[in-house]
């Protein structure tokens, strides 16, 4: 069965850095768009990055954008989000996902993914 397991979060001072990490299992990894969304205490789950199986076509919302990078090693079934001079308006919890779509382009939706995480906490403090 497929699992996305994320890790990485916690609490961290405005401007500071994070990078979160996601392990997938079951999955052909290399084959999947792998995307990034966050969801904040009563707001919806939002897109935060999305990276192509192809590892070439990247997209980023504009709130994260220059700021953070979304990056995969498909050697270890694994798609990271290095998060950089974070804002108390990053805190969220940020799940990955992962999508079998076969597009060449970047899925910004959450309806393009069939897998979640179970999301990890990022708390920034001002």
């Known amino acids: 069965q497929v699992q996305l397991v994320e890790s990485g979060g916690g609490l961290v001072q405005a401007g500071g850095s994070l990078r979160l990490s996601c392990e997938a299992s079951?999955?052909?990894?290399?084959?999947?768009?792998m995307g990034w969304f966050r969801q904040a205490p009563g707001k919806e789950r939002e897109f935060v990055a999305t990276l192509s199986w192809s590892g070439l076509s990247t997209y980023y919302s504009d709130s994260v954008k220059g700021r953070f990078t979304i990056s995969r090693d498909n050697g270890k079934n694994t798609v990271y989000l290095q998060m950089n001079s974070l804002k108390p308006e990053d805190m969220a919890v940020y799940y990955c996902?992962?999508?079998?779509?076969?597009?060449?382009?970047?899925?910004?939706?959450?309806?393009?993914?069939?897998?979640w995480g179970q999301g990890t906490q990022v708390t920034v403090s001002s």
């Open positions: 079951g999955l052909t990894f290399s084959s999947y768009h």
């Open positions: 996902a992962a999508s079998s779509r076969k597009t060449l382009g970047t899925i910004v939706t959450m309806s393009g993914y069939d897998y």
